[in-house]
């Protein structure tokens, strides 16, 4: 019969006090003492040993014993960091006081030890090896962690904030599948990581863990990671709300993808404002494009799939980060983008009165929504246009820019603009705030047709009796009232009466706005002249004047005492007279260069 240690430690004691038989026994002997003393301190230790060489005993019983997997005893159980341990052919038994009695062994045992078995991070078994739930491989979880195999991918251990967080993945289960590294460091970062058959989850103290996964775990690694400029994963990759598409966002930004898109990231301001906007659920869709460097070497900017032929959001240190789509993009994009005379958005696309405007560097973009036309405004005045009152379009080609302006009523507007739109010819109207207010529709009208608008002041005063404010007045009034009505008079404008002078033009100049007068006015506002003027005599004038860059004065109200409109009933020989003479039609835009 086999006797526990404290058994035999007794039969010795026993036989210790009972050397004296036959003679009366006074008080323990010294070797009575020892003993008593020892048993006091040494058996605690050996029973602790005992405790634990009866459980791996009784656990390898219970797992079938010599014929079991484990097959039979090497050596003896032995001491091991915090405690015992036996060796098998087939495998190793732990057993700890905190942990109980685990086996280990195949290729998680060898990955184990090479880990530092029990003395390791991740301490004593806590299970024995067993089938991963739902997925076709094993585990073992030991107080530190966990090791798991499958035939793909060997075995790996997972543990910490890592390992927790792919458990609540659902583990080898889930998408991310079985490990296939250890949690390593990762490179050139500091956080931490483990790889697995489906994707990857990172670590950082100030980020906690998240996966990142698919076409967006690739392009994460193409971008360099932790280690690039997008950090670690804030997020795990999570479907894009109100978009059929994913995401992860990083510390450094976000990637993300669609079907149509594939993945992309944004970062920064643009990644600011395009969340601002709605994201992936807003009229930009979802990025095509990284952000990339403008070939200005100035600015940066993304593509978004968009709608309204595409969409993107441009950034320069000078203007900040804004969105340009839709038709004003494309009309962007013929001029040549941020290279064009109207350089990078200084706005986001808004509303105006009957349609929506996009302002620029040096002009704006305006969609006129009734008639689908796009207005380029642009506000810069080269410095040849400076202090001058312009008479003529500096050019040698022979071109002629129509110009009219309005005032006192709109009695000849429809019959101008029908005979304009049948000739294929633009104009260039000048138009006083008064006269918006007075025919609020008749902006739009002008405009939606292909015309140029400018301003014409207020109230139609004499600039040269106006002090400076009250010019500034004039002008900020005009331009307000213009704008309200959906267009935009710069930057062109055009003294009432022509009276003009330096201090008058500086002003003008110092508003924005180049000062255009004519080369030749038709005097049609002048009315018949008691019959003594017809049309004849508007043809007569323009035709006199005509030469390269020539700007015709017209207006669009009738005489106030014969009601004429003798300018609206010449038009149509004057430009088919200018044509027949080899001229060509421009807004004042030309004179822009």
């Given amino acids: 019969m086999r006797r526990s240690r404290p058994a035999v430690l007794g039969i010795s004691l026993a036989l210790a006090l009972g050397s004296g038989l036959g003679g009366a026994v006074l008080g323990p002997s010294l070797a009575a003492t020892s003993a008593v003393a020892g048993q006091r301190s040494v058996p605690a230790v050996m029973a602790v040993e005992q405790v634990g060489d009866d459980a791996i005993v009784q656990h390898y019983q219970q797992l079938g014993g010599s014929a079991s997997f484990l097959g039979t005893p090497v050596g003896s159980a032995y001491d091991i960091a915090g405690g015992r341990a036996q060796d098998y052919t087939g495998g190793t038994i732990y057993w700890s006081p905190g942990t109980g009695a685990h086996e280990v062994h195949g290729a998680i045992g060898g990955h184990y030890r090479d880990l530092g078995g029990p003395a390791g991070f991740l301490g004593f078994p806590l299970t024995d090896e067993a089938t991963t739930p739902g997925a076709a491989g094993r585990y073992n979880n030991f107080a530190g962690g966990s090791i798991y195999f499958s035939t793909a991918t060997g075995a790996h251990e997972v543990h910490g904030a890592i390992g927790g967080h792919y458990l609540a993945l659902g583990g080898p289960a889930g998408f991310l599948g079985f490990p296939l590294t250890d949690e390593a460091t990762t490179p050139r970062a500091a956080g931490r990581y483990n790889n697995f058959a489906g994707g990857s989850i990172y670590f950082s103290t100030a980020t906690g863990a998240h996966e990142v996964h698919g076409a967006i775990g690739g392009h994460y690694l193409a971008l360099g ?55 992936p659920a807003s009229v930009l869709g979802f990025p095509m494009t990284d952000e990339t460097g403008t070939p200005d070497g100035v600015g940066r900017y993304n593509h978004f799939s968009g709608s309204n032929a595409g969409s993107s959001i441009y950034w320069s240190p000078a203007t900040g980060a804004h969105e340009v789509y839709g038709a004003i993009r494309a009309q962007w994009v013929a001029l040549g983008w941020e290279r064009s005379r109207l350089g990078y958005p200084t706005s986001g696309e808004y509303g105006i009165t009957g349609g929506r405007r996009s302002d620029f560097q040096h002009g704006s973009i305006l969609w006129h929504a009734a008639s689908g036309r796009t207005e380029v405004i642009y506000t810069s005045v080269p410095s040849s246009l400076l202090g001058v009152d312009l008479e003529r379009i500096p050019t040698t080609q022979k071109v002629v820019a129509l110009t009219f302006d309005a005032g006192a009523n709109d009695a000849g507007l429809r019959s101008i603009l029908g005979t304009l739109a049948a000739n294929g010819v633009p104009g260039t109207f000048f138009l006083t705030g008064n006269w918006v207010n007075q025919f609020p529709s008749d902006p739009a009208l002008i405009y939606n047709a292909g015309n140029r608008i400018g301003n014409h002041s207020m109230t139609h005063p004499d600039f040269t009796t106006l002090t400076d404010a009250q010019i500034a007045a004039e002008i900020s009034g005009a331009q307000r009232t213009i704008e309200a009505a959906g267009g935009d008079p710069l930057p062109f404008f055009r003294f009432p009466f022509g009276a003009r002078d330096s201090r008058t033009i500086a002003d003008v100049n110092g508003a924005g706005y180049a000062a255009v007068r004519w080369t030749v006015d038709t005097l049609g506002w002048q009315g018949t002249m008691n019959g003594t ?61």
Avoid at 241 to 264: E, K, L, M, Q, V
Avoid at 540 to 562: K, T
Avoid at 566 to 589: C, E, H, K, M, W
Wanted: charged share 15%; proline share 7%; net charge negative.
């Fill in 225 to 279: 990671g932790p280690a690039g400029f997008l950090g670690f994963p804030l997020t795990d990759e999570t479907t894009t709300p109100g978009a059929g598409g994913r995401y992860n966002d990083f510390a450094g930004g976000s990637i993300y993808f669609s079907p149509g898109t594939g993945a992309n990231e944004v970062h920064g301001a643009i990644r600011g404002q395009y969340l601002t906007l709605g994201g």
């Fill in 533 to 593: 003027r017809g049309p004849d005599f508007i043809v007569q004038r323009v035709m006199a004047s005509a030469q390269p860059g020539e700007i015709v004065l017209m207006h669009l109200g009738s005489n106030p005492d014969d009601g004429s409109t003798l300018d609206a009933a010449a038009l149509p020989q004057v430009i088919s007279q200018l044509r027949a003479a080899g001229y060509g039609f421009v807004t004042l835009d030309a004179a822009l260069g």
